[in-house]
């Protein structure tokens, strides 16, 4: 293996502490407007407004809520976690906003977190009741859950790389309803989606088209990169978590090889901070903006992988991940609640290029999932988490 960024510092982990502790205290200051309400999926200026809970992204800041009651145990995160339970309750009742496969980052890091955490039993009907939906989207032919979309348009005939992180919440309701169909559809889909979307050079599509007749692979195109041909930073990062995940279910040996690869690919193309920016296509010195949000779930992806690896492959990733890790926090995470009401700044949600159909929002900013999976990364090193995921 040869070695990448070997200068580079590791977070301490009084860094780590710090880093846990700061953001701990920004959620607390955020919960008079953000406990009723949600973050909106990026800032603006740096700050975050309320929403309904009516995006795919809110789930990540009630997982933020359960991270810093994870490290501070103040009864006010856990009261107001609580409160956000009933708020996805309703809105799976209701089937507000659910018809995509975006409900494992809803529900996992909301529900099933608190479930796990506190045993909540509102929290488990509500997040069996989101695998229940998120089934609904599967495709017999072709073997896949749909992201988004009408399911009988070609046009909407096909699964993302994102799509991965969906998949535990189907292995926990199986888990906790014994009813195999969960983990079975998750299974299908992972082995679609791993087949497919990974390139020969170890790059990734961010999104797979199937033939809606016969099911078989039609052709990649991306959405949210830069251009077809070329690797989004948050999806390349979506498959390093993904695949590390797959393996955690699957214990498929071929996924710690893809998971290996796909992250080599990332480390290459990553310039000299370790934070991407938003398409890999760009490298040290580009003017583009940065997804500081790719660089936190690369970091969480490498920390679940090393837990099943042998130790000095477990090391090399441990350190990589607690290199970038320093790299946001010294030079990326917020440090003074009256320039920001988030963690990380300079995320990229979306972001239009000339080869893409992407809107221009979320472009340097913070973004949810951003702030989320940096206090995952930090949770991870400094104990051994009990997963949502
Ligand atoms: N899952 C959508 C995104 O990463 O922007």
Not at 92 to 107: E, P, R, S, T
Not at 161 to 183: F, G, S, V
Request: charged fraction near 25%; proline fraction near 3%; include cysteine.
């Amino acid at each position: 293996m040869e070695k990448l960024f070997t200068e580079m510092p590791v977070i301490t982990e009084n860094e780590m502490q710090n880093a846990l502790d700061f953001s701990s205290k920004q959620v607390i200051n955020n919960l008079p407007d953000f406990t009723y309400k949600f973050q909106k999926a990026y800032s603006e200026n740096g700050f975050y407004q309320p929403i309904e809970n009516d995006d795919w992204t809110t789930g990540f800041w009630t997982g933020e809520i359960w991270l810093a009651y994870e490290f501070c145990k103040d009864d006010r995160l856990k009261k107001a976690a609580l409160i956000q339970v009933d708020s996805f309750l309703n809105r799976i009742d209701q089937k507000i906003a659910v018809d995509h496969h975006d409900m494992g980052f809803l529900y996992s890091p909301s529900c099933v977190a608190a479930y796990k955490l506190v045993g909540s039993e509102k929290a488990r009907e509500a997040a069996i009741k989101a695998a229940d939906q998120l089934i609904t989207r599967f495709h017999p032919v072709g073997e896949f859950i749909q992201a988004w979309g009408a399911m009988d348009e070609p046009e909407n005939y096909r699964l993302i790389i994102d799509c991965l992180l969906n998949l535990p919440l189907l292995y926990w309701a199986t888990e906790e309803t014994k009813d195999e169909k969960y983990r079975e559809i998750a299974e299908k889909h992972i082995h679609t989606a791993i087949k497919n979307v990974i390139r020969e050079d170890y790059s990734t599509w961010h999104t797979f088209y199937f033939n809606m007749q016969t099911g078989e692979p039609d052709h990649g195109a991306t959405c949210q990169g830069y251009r077809d041909g070329s690797a989004w930073a948050r999806g390349q990062a979506w498959g390093i978590y993904g695949s590390a995940l797959a393996y955690r279910y699957t214990k498929r040996e071929e996924y710690v090889d893809i998971f290996k690869h796909v992250t080599r690919y990332y480390l290459e193309h990553l310039p000299k901070d370790m934070v991407p920016y938003w398409d890999l296509e760009f490298g040290e010195g580009s003017s583009q903006p940065r997804d500081s949000s790719s660089a936190s779930i690369a970091a969480c992806g490498m920390l679940e992988m090393a837990k099943y690896l042998d130790e000095t492959d477990a090391a090399y990733y441990t350190k990589l991940a607690k290199q970038m890790i320093k790299s946001l926090y010294d030079n990326y995470a917020v440090k003074d609640p009256d320039t920001s009401n988030g963690l990380v700044l300079h995320s990229t949600y979306s972001n239009h290029s000339p080869y893409n159909t992407c809107n221009h929002y979320g472009v340097d900013e913070c973004n949810s999932w951003g702030d989320y999976f940096y206090m995952e990364a930090l949770t991870r090193m400094l104990k051994d988490w009990k997963q949502y995921w």
